[in-house]
C-alpha cells in the first residue's frame, strides 16, 4: 500500500516538475527564422561549438562557421549572435542555430544602410567569374559581384587586374537586391567619387588669364588635350597654338 502511495506521490512530482519545466520553456519564447544570443558552453576542438540558447537542447555550431581569428578568440562563456533556423529538426528533434548565417545577415543590413548613405566599403576581389568577379566583404561575412566594368575608370587587363585580388580594395554598393539577397558594388565608383572631388580641389586655383603648366596628352586636328595636375584635361584649340 505504501508503494502505490510512494508511486502517486512520486508521479505527481514528476508531472508538476514536467509542468514547470514547460512553462520555463514556453517563456523563453524562441522563435524561428530570428537571430538570438546564445551562450558558448563548450569548445570542442576541431568538431564543434556548444552554445546555451535557453531552449530544450543546447545546439553545436560546426567550428567551419568560424574564421581561425575567431575561434583564436572564443571562450567559454562568451554571448555571440546566431540565426534560429529550427527549433526542432525533423532528424534529431535538437535546436538548429547557424553562426555564419547570423554574420552574413548583419553584414547584408550593413551593406543596405552603406547603400542608402553612399558610403564606400571595403571589399577584397577573390574570384573571376563570367561577366566579372566576386568580392567579399566583412571579413568574408557577405559576398557580392563586381562587374568587370565597374573594377576600373579604364579598362584592366592581365598584370593590372591581378594586383587587384586579394588586397582591400573601396566599394560602393550599387544596387541590392533584398528580395534573392544579392548585392552589386563598384570601384569605379569610388574612383570616380575621388576623381571629382580632386579636379574640384584644382580648378578652385585655376583663374582666367592664369599662365599654368599642363602636359599635352593627345593631338589631332582641331587641336590638343593637356592635363593639369595629372587631374584636370584641357581643350587647346587649334585656333590657339
Same mark, same amino acid.
Given at each position: ?8 506521490? =512520486? ?9 514547470l519545466?514547460?512553462?520555463?520553456? @514556453? ?14 558552453? &563548450? ?7 556548444? !552554445?546555451?540558447v ?10 567551419? &562557421? ?16 546566431? *540565426?534560429? &533556423? =529550427? ?11 547557424? *553562426?555564419?548565417k ?8 550593413? /551593406?543596405?544602410?552603406?547603400? %542608402? ?21 566583412? @571579413? ?11 573594377? /576600373? ?7 593590372? +587586374?591581378?594586383?587587384?585580388?586579394? +588586397?582591400?580594395v ?9 528580395? =534573392? ?9 569610388v574612383?570616380?567619387?575621388? =576623381?571629382?572631388?580632386? !579636379?574640384?580641389?584644382?580648378? %578652385? ?9 599642363? +602636359? /599635352? ?10 592635363? *593639369? ?10 585656333? @590657339?597654338?
Open positions: 500500500m505504501s508503494t502505490d502511495k510512494e508511486l502517486a506521490i =512520486r508521479s505527481a512530482e514528476q508531472a508538476k516538475f514536467a509542468k519545466i514547460e512553462e520555463d520553456f @514556453q517563456d523563453r519564447s524562441l522563435s524561428e527564422n530570428k537571430i538570438i544570443k546564445a551562450k558558448i558552453i &563548450e569548445i570542442i576542438q576541431g568538431k564543434y561549438v556548444i !552554445v546555451d535557453r531552449g530544450k537542447s543546447e545546439p553545436m555550431i560546426p567550428i567551419s &562557421e568560424f574564421t581561425e581569428t575567431e575561434l583564436s578568440k572564443l571562450k567559454v562563456g562568451d554571448t555571440i549572435q546566431c *540565426y534560429l &533556423e =529550427r527549433i526542432e529538426s525533423f532528424r534529431s528533434g535538437e535546436i538548429v542555430i547557424s *553562426y555564419e547570423a554574420k552574413s545577415i548583419a553584414a547584408f543590413e550593413k /551593406c543596405l544602410e552603406a547603400y %542608402k548613405n553612399k558610403e564606400a566599403l571595403t571589399a577584397v576581389i577573390k574570384t573571376r567569374i563570367k561577366g566579372g568577379y566576386i568580392a567579399s566583404l566583412f @571579413q568574408g561575412a557577405i559576398s557580392a559581384f563586381l562587374p568587370q566594368s565597374h573594377l /576600373c575608370t579604364r579598362p584592366l587587363r592581365g598584370a593590372a +587586374v591581378d594586383k587587384l585580388m586579394n +588586397v582591400p573601396l566599394v560602393h554598393v550599387v544596387r541590392a537586391d533584398v528580395a =534573392r539577397g544579392n548585392l552589386s558594388i563598384s570601384r569605379k565608383s574612383l570616380e567619387q575621388d =576623381r571629382s572631388a580632386e !579636379v574640384a580641389e584644382v580648378i %578652385k586655383d585655376l583663374k582666367v588669364g592664369s599662365i599654368v603648366d599642363t +602636359v /599635352c596628352k593627345t593631338i589631332n586636328s582641331w587641336g590638343a588635350f593637356c592635363q *593639369y595636375k595629372n587631374s584636370v584635361d584641357i581643350l587647346l584649340h587649334v585656333s @590657339q597654338m
